[in-house]
């Protein structure tokens, strides 16, 4: 069945440092992939999202490619802030499914 | 302001009690999901409703039933709460299809002792 494999944490980095987070998948079709972000003590936040190969999701600073050749969607950002610490998940849906596939997160501390 | 409302917040049940998860959105959306949250394992489907008067099981649907009410709400029952079941509940809802993503409430932390 599809699954997403994510990059175990904890990642712990200082402030102003480059983030790379892993994420591939394995899936019979060519999903849609998500990176979703659950700050403390909340529910998920949808992050950004990529819809088919080669597509660049991005906001607020992260960005993630959807490389189908590799099937990875690894999220990125330039300059991480404290305010950025967070547990990141990486997820996909196959076309026409109405279920998401969670990977397992990837906690992110931001040191000042 | 719009979203996903889940009630309670926290609650804390002895084996074998019962009790009721609420959840309602107030987007239009026409799909809703209940996730478990455990530490090392990320989000499980228990159930999902993908249409109103529909309702399918997911990864984790033993020991739950759930209820698409109308529309708006979609509520997850727990007959005989076992300390397995102790997690952290979240809600979820989406337009028809997940390519849209979907939006999530705040959660429901559960302790059973």
């Known amino acids: 069945g599809d699954s997403v494999t994510q990059m175990e944490g904890p990642v712990t980095l200082s402030e102003e440092a480059f983030l790379t987070i892993n994420c591939t998948y394995t899936a019979t079709g060519y999903p849609s992939l998500f990176w979703y972000v659950q700050y403390p003590g909340e529910g998920l936040q949808l992050l950004l999202k990529a819809t088919k190969a080669d597509d660049k999701g991005s906001n607020k600073g992260f960005e993630a490619t959807y490389r189908k050749e590799t099937t990875s969607f690894h999220l990125e950002k330039g300059s991480v802030q404290v305010s950025d610490s967070a547990v990141y998940f990486c997820?996909?849906?196959?076309?026409?499914?109405?279920?998401?596939?969670f990977g397992k997160g990837t906690k992110l501390t931001v040191n000042p | 302001n719009a979203g996903v409302t889940q009630t309670p917040k926290f609650q804390v049940l002895k084996t074998g009690q019962s009790m009721t998860l609420q959840c309602a959105q107030d987007?239009?959306?026409?799909?809703m999901y209940w996730y478990r949250q455990d530490p090392g394992m990320g989000l499980r489907l228990i159930y999902y409703s993908a249409s109103e008067g529909t309702t399918d099981k997911g990864e984790v649907p033993n020991g739950y039933n759930v209820s698409r009410l109308n529309k708006r709400e979609f509520s997850l029952r727990l007959e005989s709460a076992a300390p397995s079941q102790t997690s952290v509940y979240f809600c979820?809802?989406?337009?028809?299809?997940?390519?849209?993503?979907?939006?999530f409430g705040s959660g429901t932390r559960l302790t059973v002792v």
């Open positions: 997820a996909l849906s196959e076309g026409g499914s109405e279920k998401l596939v």
């Open positions: 979820a809802s989406s337009v028809h299809r997940t390519n849209y993503g979907y939006t």
């Open positions: 987007m239009n959306h026409n799909s």
